[in-house]
């Protein structure tokens, strides 16, 4: 089957604009997970769903960011007025909830901030 | 709750000499253990991974993993380095019913 899509896989926006990354992770898999990869960083863990449960959101840098995941599905995250430092790579994985179950990543999205 | 330290962001090995990662983890529960392989512009891989089974655990292109408890370890190994290895290797640990913890990645630099 499909794997992890997100869209858009780049992304130019000004400064202030505000911007949707979406990911629609593999059919059936209740766990969906957002990062954020700077250039030649590592991954910044961002927010994790699972299931019907709270969303982790311990990882969004700020009240800027937000994510959703509508009907235990695809995923947006949310980046209100944009600042260059929000220049990364935005990643998207999911899992499913089997025990040991490794996540699978999408290709990301590029996103540039001027 | 879990953690993942990496020693070392960066790694060099000379081509066709042993290729050494260390990842170091904690866990109040029994871990499940991975190592991830991100190729230069490429997404993240999955290389291998522990759940419990055998200790030693054998991945793609030639990699393994030993999982030694009373070292809390999961070092990543290959025999004998190849220039196409080069790439950022990302180990990570989960428990049931947690999410995934990542550690910060080792940069593998071949020299050849």
């Known amino acids: 089957g499909a794997g992890v899509s997100q869209s858009p896989s780049n992304k130019v926006t000004e400064k202030g604009k505000d911007v949707e990354l979406r990911c629609d992770p593999i059919?059936?898999?209740?766990?969906l997970y957002w990062y954020r990869q700077s250039l030649g960083q590592g991954l910044e863990f961002l927010i994790y769903?699972?299931?019907?449960?709270?969303?982790?959101k311990s990882g969004l840098p700020s009240d800027r960011f937000s994510a959703e995941r509508t009907g235990g599905s695809v995923s947006t995250l949310t980046i209100q007025r944009t600042q260059q430092e929000d220049s990364a790579v935005y990643l998207c994985?999911?899992?499913?909830?089997?025990?040991?179950?490794?996540?699978?990543f999408g290709p990301g999205t590029r996103l540039t901030v001027t | 709750a879990q953690s993942v330290t990496q020693l070392g962001s960066h790694v060099s090995v000379s081509e066709g000499a042993l290729v050494l990662l260390r990842c170091n983890y904690s866990?109040?529960?029994?871990?499940?253990l991975f190592w991830y392989v991100q190729y230069p512009n490429q997404g993240l891989q999955l290389l291998l991974k522990?759940?419990?089974?055998?200790?030693l655990v054998k991945g793609i292109n030639g990699f393994e993993a030993e999982f030694k408890k009373s070292e809390t370890s999961f070092h990543l190994t290959k025999p004998s380095a190849h220039m196409s290895d080069a790439a950022e290797y990302f180990c990570?640990?989960?428990?049931?019913?947690?999410?995934?913890?990542f550690g910060k990645g080792t940069r593998l630099h071949i020299l050849p």
């Open positions: 769903f699972q299931g019907n449960s709270a969303p982790d």
């Open positions: 990570a640990v989960s428990a049931v019913d947690d999410k995934i913890i």
């Open positions: 522990y759940t419990s089974a055998a200790t």
């Open positions: 059919s059936g898999h209740t766990a």
């Open positions: 866990s109040s529960v029994p871990p499940y």
């Open positions: 994985a999911s899992s499913s909830r089997r025990e040991g179950s490794e996540q699978y």
